[in-house]
């Protein structure tokens, strides 16, 4: 089901779908049964995932905090440090990028570092934090804004519209489009101005069905740059 969200996306953007894999589920040693994977009993088999597949460079847990594992409180900085300390440890051996999407708190942020959910533990643990607001002056128009990065110097941030475009089998399906319009607002001007109305662009767009897209891949959660089927066992 998941692979049938994303592939219309991907495919609008253009994107080479035999570069992306996804991973469904992990086969529990101890029953055999599938289970959803987390991060804090499956990192190795992630690992070994990678290996299989080679040439990975990215990542992607969309959200993270489905993927810490049972037991674990996002909202405690002891829990969450147990985890992604060891991720850390693990891109670093791999070489490849983790990037990990946290969707904000229901309650309006004053600072951006408190608009990621959960613990601040998030926040110390990466090298780079993003922020995605609505353009406060221009209803159409979304911006990735820098909220930390221990890579580079300061950085202004990016604005990008949502387009739509049809792909297999007619489906109407969104992409971002990133334009070269400057950006003059920072994270926390942009939190402190009122909140527009929801973009115009997301108001058009067409909800999707999975039972409309023809049958593919259903493989969850590792991005990899070949289209293989093999799963961790």
């Known amino acids: ?5 994303r592939r219309p996306r991907l495919e609008a ?4 779908l035999n570069r992306v894999e996804v991973l469904e589920a992990i086969h529990d040693e101890k029953n055999g049964a599938k289970r959803s994977f987390n991060l804090k ?7 070994t995932a990678i290996a299989d597949y080679g040439d990975v460079v990215l990542v992607t847990l969309d959200p993270i905090t489905s ?3 049972r037991g674990v409180d996002s909202h405690q900085s002891a829990d969450v440090r147990a985890v992604l300390e060891p991720l850390a440890s693990f891109s670093e051996r791999t070489g490849v990028a983790v990037l990990a999407v946290s969707h904000p708190p229901k309650a309006p942020q004053a600072k951006p570092i ?5 613990s601040l533990a998030f926040v110390a643990a990466a090298r780079v934090v993003l922020l995605v607001v609505a353009d406060p002056d221009d209803d159409d128009r979304s911006l990735l804004l820098p909220v930390k990065n221990n890579l580079s110097g300061a950085a202004e941030g990016m604005g990008y519209r949502l387009v739509q475009r049809p792909i297999t089998g007619g489906i109407i399906a969104s992409h971002v489009h990133w334009d070269t319009e400057p950006v003059n ?6 939190l402190r101005r009122p909140t527009p109305a929801l973009p115009r662009s997301l108001k058009r767009l067409r909800p999707f069905s999975g039972s409309s897209y023809p049958a593919g891949r259903r493989r969850p959660m590792l991005s990899s740059p070949r289209g293989r089927h093999g799963r961790p066992q």
């Open 1 to 5: 089901m998941i692979w049938k969200r």
């Open 13 to 16: 953007a253009g994107a080479d």
């Open 41 to 47: 009993d499956d990192l190795d088999k992630l690992e």
């Open 67 to 69: 993927y810490l594992g």
């Open 114 to 118: 408190n608009s990621i959910t959960g």
């Open 185 to 190: 607002v920072s994270a926390s001007e942009a």
